[in-house]
């Protein structure tokens, strides 16, 4: 099993930027790829970013240019940056985690953008 906890939410402004963190309870190296989702209220989960245990990356077209996913091994986390932040950003972000054929999931963090 994996555990992730996520960090590093809030409320900020539009074109302001945040942080996302999501720890990992096992060595990333073992787990095949991560990434972050979001849902706002009344939609589906989305995709926003993912990185793979190679390193590969891939977007959603709507954050292309604005947000960066990135990894530390050492640290097993995973980390969203956020630049640019639109009141459409507004949802609740899940970390996300494939190991072994199952996929985990982290509690959600709460991201708020204020026009």
């Known amino acids: 099993q994996v555990q992730l906890v996520e960090s590093g939410g809030g409320l900020v402004q539009a074109g302001g930027s945040l942080r996302l963190s999501c720890a990992a309870s096992?060595?990333?190296?073992?787990?095949?790829?991560m990434g972050w989702y979001r849902q706002a209220p009344g939609e589906q989960r989305e995709l926003v970013a993912q990185?793979?245990?190679?390193?590969?990356?891939n977007y959603a077209d709507s954050v292309k240019g604005r947000f960066t996913i990135s990894r530390d091994n050492a640290k097993n986390t995973v980390y969203l940056q956020m630049n640019s932040l639109k009141p459409e950003d507004t949802a609740v972000y899940y970390c996300?985690?494939?190991?072994?054929?199952?996929?985990?999931w982290g509690q959600g963090t709460q991201v708020t953008v204020s026009s």
């Open positions: 990185v793979q245990r190679g390193g590969s990356t």
């Open positions: 096992r060595s990333m190296t073992s787990i095949n790829g």
């Open positions: 996300n985690a494939l190991y072994y054929f199952k996929t985990y």
